[in-house]
């Protein structure tokens, strides 16, 4: 078992109410085109003033392309970021026609779906979140629930209700006690609906399991592993990728046809669960590195952080079940 310090939280974020607000503003009022030429001074503020998250992504890019990175690939790394935040705006308020969004595998959702059976859509903090909205063109018919900390996202649970109220009803409270939230999830799911949650950080102080990464050992949370054994529902990744302009591949695939398992299993199921993630989230980082939005050092040294004891999977995937380690997941957008 593991636990990831908390040097990403520590951080301050990308942008807080009033960084949401103004991009908002000048993106709805000025127009996208008018809000992406401030994209620029902002990636060069934060090129400059930002020297941990710099040297964070000097340290990626170098790690996911296999050459020295230079200060001239942060500045894309930034602005790839400050253009998803901008684009997150119209994403939000149902305004997917403005982009050209091309997607791949997604008739393993909708057999899931057909069937009457409810999704786990796991997401991660590689490209955009929010293209996942795309998905109410298809499926205008089928719910999507996103498990959203309220409390400690303020600005984006601002942002929901000045754009999309309709989305934001939608939302599924993660700072709720832990088998209140259990409950609304598992519901969700018997009614046939997806819940998408972001799964590629472990929270201060949740049990999480270290497995290969670019060939270095990387924690991953165990709570949302231990919910889909829990449940027995499919889990079906999601990569909305970034592709500049006005451009987006939405990426899924199904990754876990869904059946409970009992407890004496469950250990090498997450495990394994756990370590196929991993290796589907390296593949598609190596084909888009700047999409990459963890601007902190995601492979600790410390030995807490990256011994990974399989024996240890099963106590701390009880305590996740009952939602101890889902109660504090959110899809927060940090640098």
Not at 45 to 53: A, D, K, N, S
Not at 160 to 187: K, W
Not at 279 to 286: D, G, N
Request: a positive charge; charged letters at 20%.
């Amino acid at each position: 078992m593991s636990t990831q310090g908390t040097q990403w939280k520590e951080r301050p974020e990308g942008g807080g109410w009033f960084a949401i607000w103004l991009i908002r503003t000048i993106g709805r009022y000025g127009g996208r085109g008018v809000a992406r030429l401030l994209l620029y001074p902002i990636t060069l503020y934060f090129l400059l003033r930002r020297g941990p998250e710099r040297r964070a992504s000097l340290a990626w890019l170098s790690a996911a392309t296999g050459r020295r990175a230079s200060w001239l690939g942060v500045a894309r790394h930034i602005h790839c970021f400050a253009s998803t935040i901008l684009d997150r705006v119209f994403l939000l308020s149902g305004e997917t026609d403005r982009f050209a969004i091309r997607t791949s595998g997604v008739e393993a959702l909708h057999r899931y779906l057909d069937a009457g059976r409810g999704v786990l859509l796991f997401g991660s903090h590689l490209g955009s979140f929010e293209v996942l909205r795309a998905l109410a063109r298809e499926r205008p018919q089928s719910r999507l629930r996103v498990v959203l900390d309220q409390g400690h996202n303020p600005a984006m649970t601002q942002l929901l209700d000045a754009l999309n109220p309709e989305i934001a009803a939608n939302v599924i409270d993660a700072g709720q006690p832990g088998p209140a939230l259990m409950l609304q999830i598992h519901d969700a799911i018997a009614a046939g609906e997806m819940v998408a949650l972001l799964v590629d950080r472990v929270q201060p102080g949740e049990p999480g399991l270290a497995v290969p990464f670019f060939g270095r050992p990387a924690p991953f949370p165990l709570a949302p592993w231990q919910l889909a054994t829990v449940l027995g529902a499919p889990v079906v990744l999601a990569f909305g990728l970034y592709r500049g302009g006005n451009r987006y591949d939405l990426v899924f695939e199904s990754f876990s046809e869904g059946e409970q398992v009992p407890r004496p299993r469950r250990r090498a199921r997450i495990a394994a669960l756990i370590a196929g993630y991993a290796t589907r989230l390296e593949h598609h980082a190596r084909s888009a590195p700047y999409n990459w939005f963890n601007f902190y050092d995601y492979w600790p040294d410390n030995a807490e952080a990256t011994r990974h004891d399989a024996t240890d999977v099963a106590a701390a995937g009880d305590d996740a079940a009952a939602g101890g380690g889902l109660r504090r997941r959110a899809p927060a957008r940090r640098a």
